[in-house]
């Protein structure tokens, strides 16, 4: 009553009311208020969703959390760098012998759901705008598409996580949210990407380069089934790309990740990190972080400094190419000569090579999916169904300049399944995931020699997390 | 009128009579009267006011306490008052010959205080204010009027951070209430609320010779009316107004000039060689390893020595040095300051007016630094028609102000640290007239150390502010005993700044790109206010109530533009070069942008008096800002105090012993607003990709919305005592309080499930509690009097409750050190946070022996190992200091004999301690250092120092400058403020050369400092109002000595 009394007397002063006198928003800021308004905002919205593949806990911008704790968790590479205080935490991943508070797990958590925070946001919204249908459907199989797929990173990752499906307003209202068990989170994924592939365009134009396209949806949807050994489903799905005959494979290996194959004639990739150089904070270091440590060499073709190491090949994974295998040459250097003319016999990883860069500052995308690991998965659920899946892999091998397989049996094509897919997909961060995926990875790294613990088949939950809410229960063993 | 007046104030007074219209006196039959004023013990009273009623006509007593006037024939009656007697009127009944008595009055009493909203007789008061007259305030030579109420006031903590013309005054009232928000009282002028919005120090604006008086409301009681904006306190500053009858000219002015109070005694050329010869020696020994073949000797050459180690030829042979060049003498001077003010004031019955101009203009001691002010005040108050009374307050200024970058590092420019750091072997000039300097460096044994007399020429930063503060107010009294007053008023404030660094001016290279930076800042608030007031006394009951309603708005714009590849320095701002920045790039200021701010509130106060002793004070205030969040829009802010005059009651009336005796307790809630705008609003950042090939434009919410964000909340206890004894001589105030600070504004680390990974919420405690007193006694009442006014403050400040009780936040003041200061719970705000020095090893045996430092050898500083696992780092670390005094107190001593006065002001503050780093720097030989370190450094065990300062070395593997205890001070000091000899001009001889009044004085401020503080200044701080690391002493402007003298006539 007091309060309309004064608000009454704001009017006799040529104010408006009350409440609006109290609210100001930034003139000089933009406000989470007056967004979600048109088709624009939701493009600029999902291009930040997107963006999330840049965050450290995913790929960053060479040395994002997936890259240590899906290749250098694994036999496929290690650290090439000094054992200090500062790398202790790096070296860990390494050892497989972790401290909960280490960066790389935060990252990931972190990370991931931040990209799930941002298509929460989008979903959230869409409804209640409306605007060209079209594109509405694009973005909200855009959101649907790259929610499932950071949820799928963190179910494999962690296990059990907190599924958020709505943006969370109150900072502390996820506080006491628990874990939930993996089959809702992928009953949650399996219901995006199905969405997704209904949603998202056929095509993608070179103006929408780096965007998903409904079959990136449908090999998104195939792994998470061949992931669940829903093999059936696996297999249907992933027949419908190898059916489409939209994607295939490009005629030389190294011709997937070269920069010269533009987006326009690249029919393997179907979808990549998108990097750029030139000094506008979206250049990759893929390439150029993982030359040899602390090493200069006209070889590398990048100025600004030296590499550090990062994702050096194994003996273990060098010796895994077959002789005649293109790929080894078009993923590995095994030396360097140095710029005072000595030869090194340091290997390293040149399937992201860009010469003539700024260190930091490449123009090559990352894979996150494509077309031989389409091929790959295709074999594995049509062998795990018992039906021949020898077809697909040869595709593969044949590329790489290979004889056919001469495996005959199931559990030989499984082996050689593994050792295809670690040699055609080496350095794309997927090791840990197949290892994991088929119940191999104790086995295996044993025979590298590290002394894995049948529990680390999961990461821990980051410390950060587990301090913040109570109801968050660390994984068995850590 | 007085007939004295020359002709020429005549004319000027009869225009202005024109405009106001007052009524003379001057046309009636006359009569003389004199008389004999005494008080009760029979003593003459000179200086008694004596007034025929109602008009103008009036003189004062002269030394004999005789007086004589010419009064009109129509039963006169004569108002005689003094300050600390009782008025009284007179009626002079045809006598010609009046023998008068004054009697003795309870004077503190009597006085009106200014409270928010309104005044109240002291008293009545239940609260905790302190006033201070504006001849107080006007008595200190300064700027600012904050700087002059350092030590007059119990509870309020100034400490003059920087010694510039204008420079930042650090104003706490009991203690550091808020980690993350504001600390600052709110000031009131004139009515209007003020900030400090848009840039620029608002306080600079007013020139204290314009102040009536400045209360300082403390607790909960007397600030919780001014709500969300109440806890740090409120300073209430009223300027000065027209008074009916007593038209007056005046003109007030004082000149004179300032100095360095204290140099800080540097090594000279010769001392600054052997100790670097010294630094180089102890390196090369320590880092060039033994072999069978060869053994570090210190009688190396320096062909054989590294580079690090090598002796610069310059400084080869110390004995032909001498001297060399003192820096502080280049850039330190004598500097100027003046202040005139004329001003009128007066008025008749319906209309009284107070105008005055003022021109103040001080040079700073740091070469080409200053400040100058023009300022006016014009203060109309009129009553229109019977029950309507109209006014105006308006308080235009013009400030301009040269400044440097002076405090800091010498590679970001900071002169004074460039004039400690220069190698005293180079000369200000070269031979060939040009700048002595370090840069770029000479030999790969020294670094690049600019000339600070070359920065002080050639860096320019002036500023200009233009302030108008303007308020007018209608009061129509509804009923006798009811009235309504309205106010609208707005305050202006247009400030510019400019940056140019000249391509000549560089601290690494002969010469650099040049920059320039041009800044605007403009913030406009208005503010209307409407109240009632009730005002009645039924018998033994008096009641008081005031209630109303308040809408301000702060609007900010700023703009900082950064323009660089100049092709010359022909043009020196930002059209010379190429702009390449705006907005916010004028560094980390948060002003570059357009900010706007609203509040609107209910206000109420019921003050209610039975039997005059028995007191009551309730006020309440609701205040919406657009600051909170939508869930927390409105705040309730109470408060209630209960006062006991125990002095009125029947049991004390009957002794003569104690005139006043007061008990006070109050017990409110107010808020803190200081959290900044539009932090409740959920933000969007950029978060771009590459689609297409193409950078694209990603956006993303980079904030929470935080609907229920609000103001901290300060609950304040306050227990008090007003006591007055032997006939009013002797005044006693003592106050202790309990403030506890809630609901602060934390960034807090939130589950990355929400999307992100920070939040800004409102948790954690902070209290305050202390002890106040101030005392006031007239010693000497006679021919020679003399008044003493004492104050002492003791604060504990105390962090309860942080987001973790495992929180830490750190802060650091300057750049040198990161993380010097630590907030953390359980410990006062802003605690020094390091390694604990233990000594200084005096053998290498010793060193090995204690194991934690395995490369310190003889001469190194020895470290405290808290957590006993033999490797000093950085979990060693704990509190090494508190930069939070125990007390500080204020002893201010009048006496006056005849026509003299000489006035001492002295302050002190008392245990705390002080960063300094500039002892920190220079440690190794390449800069200069303090005579104090080469004097107390560890030379060999049988010259082992002081204990605090190592050996001398360069590349000391020890890294003995690490921040630690080492560089913290106690910084207790005892200062005499100001002294001040005045001269009042006897009457009849002021009458003869046609003055009223006049009075000439000399004063003298910062004449002396007490301390064992090492460094310029213990309050001086390169932390400004940086209360998470404050009293950070890294060539801060040091504070001045000052001499001037002035006249004060009245015409």
């Known amino acids: 009553m007091k309060k309309n009394l004064i608000c009454l007397a704001l009017l006799s002063l040529g104010l408006s009311s009350c409440k609006d006198f109290l609210t100001v928003v930034p003139e000089t800021e933009r406000t989470t208020a007056n967004f979600y308004k048109t088709a624009a905002d939701f493009n600029t919205a999902v291009v930040g969703t997107y963006s999330t593949f840049k965050h450290p806990g995913l790929y960053g911008n060479g040395a994002g959390a997936l890259i240590w704790l899906g290749e250098v968790s694994t036999d496929n590479t290690d650290y090439g760098f000094p054992r200090t205080v500062a790398s202790a935490g790096a070296?860990?991943?390494?050892?497989?012998?972790?401290?909960?508070?280490?960066?790389?797990?935060?990252?990931?958590?972190?990370?991931?759901?931040?990209?799930?925070?941002?298509?929460?946001?989008?979903?959230?919204?869409?409804?209640?705008?409306?605007?060209?249908?079209?594109?509405?459907?694009?973005?909200?199989?855009?959101?649907?598409?790259?929610?499932?797929?950071?949820?799928?990173?963190?179910?494999?990752?962690?296990?059990?996580?907190?599924?958020?499906?709505?943006?969370?307003?109150?900072?502390?209202?996820?506080?006491?949210?628990?874990?939930?068990?993996?089959?809702?989170?992928?009953?949650?994924?399996?219901?995006?990407?199905?969405?997704?592939?209904?949603?998202?365009?056929?095509?993608?134009?070179?103006?929408?380069?780096?965007?998903?396209?409904?079959?990136?949806?449908?090999?998104?949807?195939?792994?998470?089934?061949?992931?669940?050994?829903?093999?059936?489903?696996?297999?249907?799905?992933?027949?419908?790309?190898?059916?489409?005959?939209?994607?295939?494979?490009?005629?030389?290996?190294?011709?997937?990740?070269?920069?010269?194959?533009?987006?326009?004639?690249?029919?393997?990739?179907?979808?990549?990190?998108?990097?750029?150089?030139?000094?506008?904070?979206?250049?990759?270091?893929?390439?150029?972080?993982?030359?040899?440590?602390?090493?200069?060499?006209?070889?590398?073709?990048?100025?600004?400094?030296?590499?550090?190491?990062?994702?050096?090949?194994?003996?273990?994974?060098?010796?895994?190419?077959?002789?005649?295998?293109?790929?080894?040459?078009?993923?590995?250097?095994?030396?360097?000569?140095?710029?005072?003319?000595?030869?090194?016999?340091?290997?390293?990883?040149?399937?992201?090579?860009?010469?003539?860069?700024?260190?930091?500052?490449?123009?090559?995308?990352?894979?996150?999916?494509?077309?031989?690991?389409?091929?790959?998965?295709?074999?594995?659920?049509?062998?795990?169904?018992?039906?021949?899946?020898?077809?697909?892999?040869?595709?593969?091998?044949?590329?790489?300049?290979?004889?056919n397989t001469t495996a005959a049996t199931q559990p030989a094509l499984r082996l050689a399944l593994e050792q295809e897919r670690r040699v055609e997909l080496a350095f794309e961060s997927q090791r840990w995931f197949d290892l994991v995926r088929t119940n191999r990875f104790e086995d295996v790294m044993r025979a590298h020699g590290k002394p894995v613990q049948p529990f680390q088949v999961l990461y821990p939950l980051p410390q950060r997390e587990t301090d913040l809410n109570k109801n968050l229960a660390q994984n068995p063993g850590y | 009128m007085n007939s004295s007046l020359t002709g020429f104030w005549k004319v000027g007074l009869l225009i202005l009579s024109l405009f106001f219209p007052f009524a003379p006196?001057?046309?009636?039959?006359?009569?003389?009267?004199?008389?004999?004023?005494?008080?009760?013990?029979?003593?003459?009273?000179?200086?008694?006011?004596?007034?025929?009623?109602?008009?103008?006509?009036?003189?004062?007593?002269?030394?004999?306490?005789?007086?004589?006037?010419?009064?009109?024939?129509?039963?006169?009656?004569?108002?005689?008052?003094?300050?600390?007697?009782?008025?009284?009127?007179?009626?002079?009944?045809?006598?010609?010959?009046?023998?008068?008595?004054?009697?003795?009055?309870?004077?503190?009493?009597?006085?009106?205080?200014?409270?928010?909203?309104?005044?109240?007789?002291?008293?009545?008061?239940?609260?905790?204010?302190?006033?201070?007259?504006?001849?107080?305030?006007?008595?200190?030579?300064?700027?600012?009027?904050?700087?002059?109420?350092?030590?007059?006031?119990?509870?309020?903590?100034?400490s003059s951070s920087s010694g510039s013309p204008g420079g930042n005054t650090s104003i706490l009232i009991r203690g550091v209430g808020s980690v993350t928000g504001g600390n600052e009282p709110l000031f009131v002028i004139d009515g209007f609320p003020v900030s400090g919005a848009g840039g620029g120090n608002p306080l600079n604006t007013i020139n204290p010779n314009d102040i009536e008086s400045i209360d300082v409301l403390k607790d909960a009681s007397a600030t919780a009316i001014y709500g969300s904006r109440g806890s740090n306190g409120v300073i209430i500053v009223t300027t000065k107004r027209g008074k009916a009858g007593k038209s007056q000219i005046g003109l007030d002015v004082y000149a004179g000039y300032q100095e360095i109070s204290k140099k800080l005694e540097m090594m000279n050329a010769q001392e600054f060689a052997l100790f670097t010869i010294d630094a180089r020696n102890n390196g090369y020994l320590d880092n060039t390893p033994s072999t069978p073949t060869f053994t570090p000797r210190i009688t190396d050459p320096n062909s054989v020595r590294p580079t690090n180690f090598r002796i610069p030829t310059s400084l080869l042979d110390p004995a032909s040095l001498g001297e060399g060049t003192d820096w502080q003498d280049a850039i330190f001077r004598k500097a100027r300051i003046q202040s005139y003010q004329v001003?009128?004031?007066?008025?008749?019955?319906?209309?009284?007016?107070?105008?005055?101009?003022?021109?103040?203009?001080?040079?700073?001691?740091?070469?080409?630094?200053?400040?100058?002010?023009?300022?006016?005040?014009?203060?109309?108050?009129?009553?229109?028609?019977?029950?309507?009374?109209?006014?105006?307050?308006?308080?235009?200024?013009?400030?301009?102000?040269?400044?440097?970058?002076?405090?800091?590092?010498?590679?970001?420019?900071?002169?004074?640290?460039?004039?400690?750091?220069?190698?005293?072997?180079?000369?200000?000039?070269?031979?060939?007239?040009?700048?002595?300097?370090?840069?770029?460096?000479?030999?790969?044994?020294?670094?690049?150390?600019?000339?600070?007399?070359?920065?002080?020429?050639?860096?320019?930063?002036?500023?200009?502010?233009?302030?108008?503060?303007?308020?007018?107010?209608?009061?129509?009294?509804?009923?006798?005993?009811?009235?309504?007053?309205?106010?609208?008023?707005?305050?202006?404030n247009f400030f510019r700044s400019q940056i140019w660094i000249p391509s000549t001016l560089n601290t690494a290279a002969a010469t650099g790109p040049a920059l320039a930076v041009a800044r605007r800042a403009e913030s406009i608030s208005w503010l209307n206010e409407n109240t009632l007031n009730y005002q009645r006394t039924f018998g033994q009951h008096a009641v008081n109530v005031v209630g109303g309603f308040t809408a301000q708005q702060e609007m900010s714009d700023a703009i900082a533009i950064t323009a660089n590849n100049f092709p010359d320095d022909l043009v020196p701002n930002i059209n010379g070069g190429i702009v390449v920045g705006g907005a916010n790039q004028g560094g980390n200021d948060p002003a570059g942008r357009f900010q706007d701010y609203t509040i609107l509130s209910l206000l109420a106060r019921a003050n209610y008096v039975f039997m005059d002793r028995y007191l009551l004070t309730a006020t309440i205030r609701r205040d919406g800002s657009s600051r909170f969040g939508d869930n927390n829009k409105w705040g309730t802010f109470p408060s209630a105090s209960l006062g006991w005059r125990v002095s009125e009651e029947a049991f004390l009336k009957q002794q003569n012993v104690i005139n006043d005796l007061k008990l006070r307790a109050s017990y409110g809630l107010t808020g803190n607003n200081a959290i900044g705008n539009y932090r409740a609003i959920g933000q969007l950042g950029n978060s771009n990709y590459i689609v297409g090939d193409a950078l694209t434009p990603g956006l993303v919410r980079s904030s929470f919305s935080n609907p229920n964000l609000g103001w901290e909340t300060m609950k304040q206890l306050d227990l008090g005592l007003d006591l007055a004894v032997l006939n009013s001589r002797v005044i006693f105030t003592a106050d202790v309080y309990d403030k506890r600070n809630s609901n602060m504004l934390f960034n807090i680390q939130v589950p990355g499930a929400t999307g992100l990974t920070n939040a800004v919420v409102n948790l954690g405690e902070v209290q305050n509690r202390g002890l106040e007193m101030a005392l006031t006694t007239r010693n000497f009442v006679g021919d020679f009097k003399w008044t003493t006014n004492a104050n002492i403050t003791f604060n504990r400040n105390k962090v309860l409750a942080l987001s973790t009780d495992a929180e830490r936040i750190f802060a650091s003041a300057n750049g040198q050190t990161a993380n010097s200061n630590v907030t953390m719970v359980g410990q006062p705000i802003g605690v020094f946070f390091g390694r604990r020095q233990l000594g200084i090893f005096q053998t290498d045996a010793e060193a090995t022996e204690y194991g934690a430092q395995p490369l310190a050898r003889a001469g190194d500083v020895k470290w405290k190992d808290s957590d006993g696992n033999r490797v000093i780092n950085d979990n060693d670390r704990e509190v090494i200091g508190n930069p939070h005094p125990k007390y500080f107190f204020g002893f201010n001593n009048t006496f006056a004999y005849k026509a003299f006065s000489l006035d001492i002001m002295t302050n002190g503050m008392v245990g705390f301690d002080v960063y300094n780093g500039t002892f920190m720097l220079n440690n190794s030989g390449v800069q200069n250092n303090t005579k104090y370190v080469y004097d107390n450094r560890w030379i060999s065990a049988s010259q082992p120092g002081d204990g605090r300062f190592g050996r001398s070395i360069r590349g000391g593997r020890n890294n003995n400058a690490q921040y630690s205890s080492q560089y913290i001070f106690d910084g207790s000091y005892l200062r005499i403020r100001t002294v001040t000899l005045a001269y009042t001009l006897p009457a009849e001889f002021s009458r003869s050369i046609g003055l009223q009044g006049a009075r000439v004085f000399a004063t003298g401020a910062n004449l002396l400092t007490f301390t064992n503080y090492p460094g310029y200044d213990p309050e001086a701080s390169t932390a400004g109002d940086n209360l998470l690391a404050p009293r950070s002493d890294f060539g801060s402007y040091p504070i001045a000595r000052s001499y001037t003298a002035g006249v004060s006539v009245s015409f």
Do not use: C
């Open chain 1, 91 to 403: 070296f860990e991943i390494e050892d497989l012998n972790f401290s909960l508070a280490n960066i790389y797990f935060r990252d990931a958590w972190l990370g991931h759901y931040q990209g799930i925070g941002r298509a929460n946001g989008i979903l959230d919204q869409l409804p209640d705008v409306s605007f060209d249908a079209t594109l509405k459907n694009q973005y909200e199989g855009e959101a649907r598409f790259l929610r499932a797929m950071y949820y799928f990173n963190l179910v494999r990752l962690f296990g059990p996580v907190q599924l958020i499906t709505t943006q969370v307003n109150d900072p502390y209202g996820t506080a006491n949210v628990g874990r939930a068990p993996v089959g809702e989170v992928y009953a949650l994924i399996e219901n995006d990407l199905k969405a997704a592939e209904g949603q998202l365009p056929a095509t993608i134009t070179a103006a929408n380069a780096g965007r998903a396209s409904r079959w990136a949806a449908k090999a998104l949807l195939g792994k998470v089934y061949l992931t669940q050994k829903k093999y059936d489903l696996a297999s249907a799905k992933l027949k419908e790309i190898v059916d489409a005959n939209v994607h295939s494979l490009m005629p030389n290996y190294a011709d997937a990740f070269s920069l010269a194959t533009s987006f326009a004639n690249n029919r393997e990739v179907m979808l990549a990190v998108q990097y750029k150089g030139g000094q506008i904070g979206q250049g990759g270091s893929f390439y150029s972080q993982w030359t040899p440590f602390s090493a200069l060499s006209p070889d590398f073709g990048v100025t600004g400094g030296a590499g550090d190491g990062l994702n050096r090949p194994t003996p273990n994974l060098i010796a895994a190419y077959a002789t005649g295998d293109a790929r080894r040459a078009a993923s590995i250097a095994l030396s360097y000569t140095s710029t005072t003319g000595v030869v090194v016999n340091e290997p390293y990883p040149v399937k992201f090579r860009q010469t003539g860069i700024i260190r930091g500052e490449s123009d090559v995308d990352f894979p996150v999916l494509r077309y031989a690991d389409v091929l790959l998965m295709y074999a594995e659920a049509l062998n795990e169904l018992g039906q021949p899946a020898a077809a697909p892999l040869n595709l593969v091998r044949t590329r790489a300049r290979l004889a």
């Open chain 2, 343 to 492: 001003s009128a004031s007066g008025g008749g019955d319906n209309v009284r007016f107070g105008v005055s101009a003022g021109y103040f203009d001080q040079q700073g001691i740091v070469l080409n630094t200053g400040l100058q002010r023009y300022s006016v005040r014009a203060n109309v108050d009129a009553d229109v028609a019977k029950r309507l009374r109209v006014g105006v307050s308006l308080l235009p200024s013009y400030t301009r102000q040269q400044d440097l970058p002076y405090t800091g590092h010498y590679g970001s420019f900071g002169v004074i640290q460039a004039a400690l750091a220069q190698p005293p072997n180079v000369p200000v000039y070269n031979p060939d007239g040009s700048y002595g300097t370090s840069v770029p460096a000479p030999d790969a044994q020294s670094v690049s150390v600019q000339s600070a007399v070359k920065i002080a020429n050639e860096y320019k930063n002036p500023s200009t502010q233009f302030r108008l503060l303007g308020n007018t107010y209608a009061e129509y009294a509804l009923l006798p005993e009811l009235k309504f007053r309205t106010t609208l008023g707005a305050d202006l």
């Open chain 2, 25 to 158: 006196a001057w046309a009636q039959t006359k009569q003389t009267v004199a008389g004999t004023v005494v008080d009760a013990s029979n003593q003459p009273l000179p200086g008694v006011t004596v007034l025929v009623k109602n008009t103008t006509n009036g003189t004062s007593t002269g030394p004999d306490g005789t007086f004589t006037l010419t009064v009109a024939t129509d039963n006169p009656i004569l108002v005689l008052s003094y300050i600390g007697f009782k008025s009284q009127e007179v009626p002079v009944s045809g006598r010609s010959q009046l023998n008068l008595s004054m009697v003795g009055d309870e004077q503190a009493l009597k006085e009106v205080v200014v409270v928010g909203y309104g005044t109240q007789e002291k008293k009545d008061l239940t609260g905790a204010i302190t006033t201070v007259s504006g001849q107080d305030v006007a008595r200190v030579p300064v700027s600012g009027f904050d700087q002059a109420l350092q030590g007059q006031v119990a509870g309020l903590q100034i």
